[in-house]
């Protein structure tokens, strides 16, 4: 299964169980396609791929601050 975005960390739960609820387990999703790196869309990211071993695909200049590195502190200022 492919995963749109993850979500927030709080919310992780919920996603869990709508997965449940559509016949999915957490342990069924192999990709997790980022869209853009806020927070709203990829904060539960790296948990998701903790607990599955998924692995991730973003645009190659949004994947440093997916892996946190340089922490993403929000869209730049113009």
Known sequence: MTLIDSGFLAELSKLESR????????KDVRRIVFTHS????SQAGNKIK????AKSFS??????YLQKDPMY????SP
């Open 19 to 26: 997965l449940q609820d559509e016949g999915y387990e957490m």
């Open 38 to 41: 806020h927070i709203d869309h």
């Open 50 to 53: 903790q607990k599955t071993g």
């Open 59 to 64: 645009h190659w200049i949004e994947a440093g």
């Open 73 to 76: 502190n929000g869209p730049p």
